[in-house]
């Protein structure tokens, strides 16, 4: 197939690679083996029928091919990084659609190229400045305002493609190189370092590898993005803070604009260094408590977490009941749910006893409560959209749960089961469920379980799995329990009695085994 065959350039990105041997043949797209489908992701590890395939019409090595990819530097970015769709620190390249992408690279590297190339370093979201130019990558054509390869790529259907220096819209030259920022330059320098070579950054020697590095600037970029926690652009040195308010749809730092992310990644190194001086300093002046890192608990580093833990988690004593009534009074006038969790987040502690004696949750629901909440279910799915794959993640949620409650297992457990184990679950139900004992609704929700369980709508990402678990999250990657009980708990404070345990785990024994 191929009678020109470039050798990759060291650096150089996968789809860069494929793309460049793609146009010297005459191709408009890369080629693809006939059993191939494009991958979202068109930079990460191919199949192994594929990589068979690239390896031989290229006549290139597959562990040189394996180290264009952005899974090659996984193991020094985050433990988990191979096992998640979405992984942490990439940006995404949104390679279906010619807009709303944030691929970047740097116009001073592709003009002194002899033959210009995407660099791999530019798909992570830690460099937003070019570690040899020290200029920042651009994410825009300055003449059309399309975007960077590879997330163009769609539009190679419609015109021929030209060289990388070339916006592959408009084609003119790509331009737009900013002025040199030699902080920001030596910042990449040494991220790119711990993230090829595992090089722990001088600043940073609390770190025991490259994982925790990467772990911790993470949890730093979260906070700083998180509009809870905004009091701390205050308290930073003046040449951190600014005016200018962060993207509020944006989740993960991975999801900004590279100047936005240029002032996180600063601004969390910052923090990180001089370790916990800075750290400390902010936070105490900022009156950050353990509360805002709770999202990111998971993957801090244990240095990180011990500080926390240790250091802002507020101990107040002496909390009277007439404070708690004070603030009960509070979250009901601003509308807001009055549970013992934003009690404490109102009064800044951590536990109270005044607080246990005037809001006492009952943790066991009823059959009817559970009845009325497999309705609203119910009801939120009929009416979910398909987009983001909404209306198959509720569907998965309810299976999940429905299962839990039946079989009165706890939701990690049910997570974590493969499909055999499942459909052997739902037929040791159905076989149990024969007796005057067993009421109707159990009839009736065992029946909704098996109709999602042969009916379910896949999760896009299903397609492309191979996880050996029945349920997966929307990115492939393995589905936490913590987050399907952080959805129930927000629906149960809407759909149920606010004294109600907001857990659902007030459902589990309502419907005792010895029943069945």
């Known amino acids: 197939m191929f009678l020109l065959r470039p050798a990759p350039f060291p650096g150089e990105s996968l789809s860069s690679w494929r793309q460049r041997g793609g146009i010297a043949n005459g191709f408009r797209l890369y080629p693809r083996p006939n059993s191939s489908s494009y991958a979202l992701e068109p930079d990460q590890y191919p199949k192994d029928e594929e990589l068979r395939w690239l390896s031989d019409v ?12 952005l899974d090659s530097l996984g193991s020094h970015i985050s433990a988990q990084f191979m096992q998640s769709g979405r992984r942490r620190w990439v940006v995404p390249c949104r390679a279906n659609s010619s807009v709303s992408n944030r691929s970047s690279c740097c116009p001073m590297c592709l003009v002194g190229d002899a033959t210009p190339y995407f660099r791999l370093a530019w798909r992570f979201a830690f460099i937003t400045h070019c570690p040899l130019h020290g200029c920042p990558l651009s994410e825009t054509c300055a003449s059309c305002g399309g ?10 259907l419609e015109r021929v493609p030209s060289a990388f220096s070339n916006c592959q819209c408009c084609g ?57 926690a905004r009091q701390i652009w205050r ?9 200018e308010p962060f993207i509020n749809h944006a989740h993960n730092v991975e999801q900004l604009p590279s100047p936005q992310r240029a002032r996180i990644i600063n ?12 750290f ?9 408590t353990k509360f805002h890192f709770s999202v990111t608990w998971d993957i801090q580093p244990a240095w990180l977490s011990s500080y926390i833990r240790e250091n802002l988690s507020v101990k107040r004593r002496g909390l009277t009941e007439d404070e708690v009534r004070s603030a009960i009074s509070q979250l009901e006038d601003d509308g807001l749910a009055v549970t013992k969790s934003s009690l404490r987040r109102a009064l800044k502690v951590t536990e109270s006893r005044a607080i246990h004696t005037l809001v006492k949750h009952r943790h066991r629901a009823t059959r009817e409560e559970f009845t009325t909440f497999c309705a609203a279910v119910e009801q939120r799915i009929t009416e979910a959209p398909r987009s983001r794959d909404q209306k198959a993640t509720l569907s998965r949620d309810y299976l ?14 049910v997570c974590k089961m493969t499909h055999a184990e499942v459909a052997l679950l739902l037929k040791q139900l159905h076989s149990q469920s024969f007796g005057n004992s067993v009421p109707p609704a159990f009839h009736a929700a065992l029946e909704c ?5 042969e009916n379910e709508e896949p999760l896009i990402c299903a397609q492309n799995t191979e996880s050996t678990q029945r349920f997966i999250g929307r990115f492939g990657d393995e589905l936490a329990g913590h987050t399907v009980r952080d959805r129930f708990a927000k629906m149960m404070r809407l759909e149920l009695g606010q004294e109600l345990w907001n857990s659902v785990d007030a459902f589990l024994g309502i419907y005792p085994r010895y029943e069945l």
């Open 267 to 278: 601004a969390a190194c910052w923090l990180l260094s001089s370790w916990p001086a800075n």
């Open 58 to 69: 290229s006549r290139v090595a597959k562990s040189a091919i394996q180290a264009l990819c």
């Open 147 to 156: 975007g960077m390869w590879p997330a163009s790529q769609r539009i190679l």
């Open 400 to 413: 999940i749960l429905l299962l839990s409650v039946l079989s009165d297992k706890s939701m990690e457990t």
């Open 280 to 288: 400390h300093q902010a936070t105490s002046a900022a009156k950050i």
């Open 172 to 228: 003119e030259t790509i331009g737009g190189a900013g002025s040199v920022d030699s902080e920001m330059q030596e910042i990449a320098r040494s991220l790119w370092l711990c993230a090829t070579l595992g090089a722990v950054p001088r600043e940073m020697p609390q770190a025991a590898n490259a994982q925790e590095v990467f772990d911790a600037l993470w949890v730093m970029a979260q906070l700083l993005l998180r509009s809870g």
């Open 449 to 453: 379980a098996k109709n999602l369980a």
């Open 235 to 243: 308290v930073l040195p003046s040449s951190f803070q600014t005016s």
